[in-house]
T-cell receptor, first 114, second 114 residues
Framework: EAEVAQSPRYKITEKSQAVAFWCDPI?????LYWYRQILGQGPELLVQ????????DSQLPKDRFSAERLKGVDSTLKIQPAELGDSAMYLC???FGTGTYGYTFGSGTRLTVV | DQQVKQNSPSLSVQEGRISILNCDYT??????FLWYKKYPAEGPTFLIS?????DKNEDGRFTVFLNKSAKHLSLHIVPSQPGDSAVYFC?????????????FGKGITLSVRP
């Protein structure tokens, strides 16, 4: 069964350091999403890509977060500098088109900032 | 302002009995609703969905009911099994829009007692 691949699974970083997460969506999925899930909360969308273009980044803290999907396939989410409040699960998802068909989440990256 | 609300943080049910998980929403633009199941340190996995043109959708032991006038949906699991113990998220989308982001509730932790 096709999966959304994410790495690393776990990351511990010190405050003020840079950290990056990688996501490889299901082949053929044009839409890619990055969500953040804080413990005790539901996932919240950070950024949505349609192919290589950003569709929605309204909730992305752009002073420290950046995301790219240069060739419209895999994607990288970066935080620089990391803050204690960034500790969360970072989830990548992909879907076939702009709707919810085939919407699939990866296993996530658990980030702990110390 | 939470647009998707799961007001009960936890539910405990005896194995074999029915589990009923509730969800309310406030945004009348939502027209597609999904339930996800999540284990610790894993990404959400899709369970079942329902379009706003329906009031019921069934898949095996899982049934989702939608009451549009009350802006309320519920997930029924019958019979409940210990392996169903997880966090359940209700999510909603406006699939007629170009942005297919999912808006999640905070989740309900279901515990099924053997």
């Amino acid at each position: 069964e096709a999966e959304v691949a994410q790495s690393p699974r776990y990351k511990i970083t010190e405050k003020s350091q840079a950290v990056a997460f990688w996501c490889d969506p299901i082949s053929g999925h044009a839409t890619l999403y990055w969500y953040r899930q804080i413990l005790g909360q539901g996932p919240e969308l950070l950024v949505q890509f349609q192919d290589e273009s950003v569709v929605d980044d309204s909730q992305l803290p752009k002073d420290r977060f950046s995301a790219e999907r240069l060739k419209g396939v895999d994607s990288t989410l970066k935080i620089q500098p990391a803050e204690l409040g960034d500790s969360a699960m970072y989830l990548c998802a992909s879907s076939f088109g702009t709707g919810t068909y085939g919407y699939t989440f990866g296993s996530g990256t658990r980030l702990t900032v110390v | 302002d939470q647009q998707v609300k799961q007001n009960s943080p936890s539910l405990s049910v005896q194995e074999g009995r029915i589990s009923i998980l509730n969800c309310d929403y406030t945004n009348s633009m939502f027209d597609y609703f999904l339930w996800y199941k999540k284990y610790p340190a894993e990404g959400p996995t899709f369970l079942i969905s329902i379009s706003s043109i329906k009031d019921k959708n069934e898949d095996g032991r899982f049934t989702v009911f939608l009451n549009k006038s009350a802006k309320h949906l519920s997930l029924h699991i019958v019979p409940s099994q210990p392996g169903d113990s997880a966090v359940y998220f209700c999510a909603a989308s406006d699939i007629t829009g170009a942005n297919s982001k999912l808006t999640f509730g905070k989740g309900i932790t279901l515990s099924v007692r053997p």
